[in-house]
């Protein structure tokens, strides 16, 4: 599991707060979902690394620290007064 990546809020900005880790974490104790919150749910695993690297030049590309292979989903998915409605994403 790539522990130094999250999943995170859409609104003005394309990444802002709250940061959704993928995995337990004191920061979002308590965090609550409220209606008409927009998130990026982002699932992101390797192999066997626990972090990535960057290339110089490429800031969109990321690769696992080790070398492993990587895999990453992303879900935007509207919080509504009935539960949830995945906005974009895999949904089969």
């Known amino acids: 599991m790539i522990k130094n990546l999250t999943g995170h809020g859409v609104g003005i900005d394309v990444h802002e707060g709250p940061y959704i880790y ?3 974490n004191a920061k979002v104790k308590g965090m609550a ?18 972090s990535f ?11 696992t620290e080790q070398g492993d292979l990587g895999a990453q989903r992303e879900y935007t998915v509207v919080i509504t007064p009935d539960g949830h409605e995945i906005l974009a994403g895999i949904t089969d």
Request: proline share 9%.
């Open 53 to 63: 690297i960057e290339k110089p030049g490429n800031a969109w590309n990321l690769y």
């Open 33 to 50: 979902f409220e209606t008409n919150m927009v998130v990026a749910l982002e699932p992101i695993t390797a192999i066997t690394s626990n």
């Open 22 to 24: 993928n995995r337990p």
